[in-house]
């Protein structure tokens, strides 16, 4: 059956001060068609979507719906052609109802001139059914969890009768089953014949739903073509110009001596009998599926959360930690997998942040010695690359690949030994990830001991040294780098012992 065009965009140029953004770009997508739109930050990807969004205004190009040629000056507009978007952050009215955002700005009246709340609620409750989406139309927004929301944002694009709908990195965060649930409605859009762009870091996503995916690189258009036709790795290439082995292909050390000790950990109801050692240069990777208390148990060993039973040695010491201030006294770190809500002071500068676990050594009473202050925030923007146009940047206005380099230098600025990564590449494009990766490679040949968690299991493969693998709270296996095999770390993580 042929399909119909919904919005084709070509010859796309777009230029700020000093930047070409994007240079002459075409995108096809047509009703039906889920496109995913790859590339690493800074590619144009952001830039292209704000053109069709009316955000921006392009310099030259041309924008067609369904094949006729248009002007886009500003987001009514493009809600007027049909166009739709849902951002990682979702952008609902928090402290009004499911209905009103639904009818925000165009609320109905009855014959009296009143708000007719009685077809508010109808009909968003129809437009939920019809997506199998079984949320109180009166309940506020603000008291309904992240992938809620975001399904909600949906509704409302869908409601709003949108021909073409954007994701813009949806999963971020979400669980597993909170993205298998977005999935499944992203795919009922797609029967009903919508048209999808989507756009994510997470390769894997765009190889289980796209149809087609288009690659950007340094805002020039590179390749479109069927997810069938390509896979990871070529995507990759395409994107940054490296393999996914020589993403991976950092140096490894000889490992010193012990740097932790953990015996028979436990943490009732989470997890019990956590026992390993971690050694000075070397990656201890922690994997496990959604819930298998992987998390729980570095956040014990930090301090953010307490432990019932078991013991904690450091450096051939016995530790006591109870709280973050004792964990970071030890010489832990922890760069969190929530890096903007735990790991940042997100509206903070680039030097306060960088500073915030140190102060001490850097006060004398009470008064900061501002001259150091600067002094580490400047070698450490240095030293590890961090991309920012001046140490007083505030952290929300940088990227999440730099917003994880910030977390790593607050910990390398307090001399911190022991560091532990919690899905330290999520959010963060294919170029960042390398550039972390060689940051850990550093870190190694400094003798650092370092924990890492992933869900990614290339990563977690081809990061560590040895993997400890979780399921339910309890070690499943423990493999050393000769011993990885995809098929059996999973059977490890899903309790399948034999």
Same mark, same amino acid.
């Given at each position: 059956m042929l399909q119909q065009?919904?919005?084709?965009?070509?010859?796309?140029?777009?230029?700020? !001060?000093?930047?070409?953004?994007?240079?002459?770009?075409?995108?096809?997508?047509?009703?039906?068609?889920i496109?995913?739109?790859?590339?690493?930050? *800074?590619?144009?990807?952001?830039?292209?979507?704000k053109i069709l969004m009316g955000v921006y205004q392009r310099d030259a190009g041309e924008i067609y719906i369904q094949g006729q040629k248009v002007e886009i000056k500003d987001p009514i507009q493009a809600k007027?052609?049909?166009?739709g978007a849902v951002y990682q952050d979702v952008t609902l009215a928090q402290h009004l109802s499911v209905g009103e955002n639904f009818f925000l700005g165009r609320l109905p009246r009855t014959n009296l001139g009143l708000i007719d709340w009685k077809t508010v609620y109808q009909v968003t409750q129809e437009t939920l059914e019809e997506l199998n989406l079984h949320i109180d139309p009166r309940t506020l927004v603000k008291d309904l969890p992240t992938a809620e929301q975001e399904m909600i944002a949906i509704a409302k694009t869908v409601h709003d009768k949108s021909k073409l709908i954007?994701?813009?990195?949806?999963?971020?965060?979400?669980?597993?089953?909170?993205?298998?649930?977005?999935?499944?409605?992203? *795919?009922?859009?797609?029967?009903?014949?919508?048209?999808i762009i989507y756009i994510s870091h997470r390769l894997e996503e765009i190889?289980?739903?796209?149809?087609? =995916?288009? =690659?950007?690189?340094?805002?020039?258009? =590179?390749?479109?073509? !069927?997810?069938?036709?390509?896979?990871?790795? @070529?995507?990759i290439r395409m994107m940054v110009g490296r393999t996914i082995e020589e993403m991976y292909a950092i140096q490894h050390v000889e490992r010193g001596e012990k740097a932790l000790e953990v015996k028979n950990l436990t943490k009732r109801g989470r997890f019990e009998n956590i026992t390993f050692d971690l050694y000075k240069g070397e990656i201890l990777g922690l994997f496990g599926l959604v819930g298998s208390g992987r998390t729980d148990i570095v956040k014990c060993i930090f301090g953010a959360e307490e432990y019932t039973a078991g013991e904690i040695w450091i450096g051939g010491k016995k530790t006591t930690i109870t709280s973050p201030v004792e964990g970071i006294q030890h010489?832990?770190?922890?760069?969190?997998?929530?890096?903007?809500?735990?790991?940042? @002071?997100?509206s903070l500068s680039v030097t306060i942040n960088v500073n915030l676990a140190s102060y001490e050594e850097i006060s004398r009473l009470n008064f900061v010695d501002l001259r150091q202050e600067k002094a580490r925030?400047?070698?450490?923007?240095?030293?590890?690359?961090?991309?920012?146009?001046?140490?007083?940047?505030?952290?929300?206005n940088l990227s999440g690949g730099n917003q994880q380099k910030i977390v790593i230098a607050r910990w390398l600025c307090r001399a911190s030994e022991v560091l532990i990564f919690d899905e330290p590449t999520v959010g963060v494009d294919v170029g960042a990830k390398v550039e972390i990766y060689k940051?850990?490679?550093?870190?190694?040949?400094?003798?650092?001991?370092?924990?890492m968690i992933s869900s990614y299991l290339p990563e977690i493969i081809g990061i560590s040294d040895r993997l400890l693998v979780i399921h339910e709270g309890q070690i499943t296996g423990m493999l050393n780098r000769s011993e990885y095999n995809e098929e059996k770390i999973l059977k490890l993580a899903s309790g399948i012992l034999n």
């Open positions: 065009e919904v919005v084709r965009l070509e010859n796309i140029v777009k230029s700020f !001060p000093g930047v070409k953004a994007l240079q002459n770009v075409h995108l096809c997508v047509q009703a039906g068609e496109h995913g739109l790859v590339g690493e930050n *800074g590619a144009g990807k952001s830039t292209l979507i007027e052609y049909g166009l954007i994701f813009d990195e949806p999963t971020a965060l979400l669980t597993n089953e909170e993205t298998e649930e977005l999935f499944q409605l992203i *795919g009922k859009l797609k029967a009903d014949g919508l048209g190889f289980e739903i796209c149809d087609t =995916v288009t =690659v950007l690189r340094d805002g020039v258009w =590179v390749n479109s073509l !069927p997810t069938a036709e390509t896979d990871e790795d @070529a995507l010489g832990i770190g922890l760069l969190p997998e929530d890096r903007k809500g735990q790991g940042l @002071a997100l925030a400047e070698q450490y923007v240095s030293s590890l690359q961090i991309k920012t146009p001046s140490i007083q940047q505030r952290v929300i940051l850990i490679e550093e870190l190694l040949q400094q003798h650092y001991a370092i924990i």
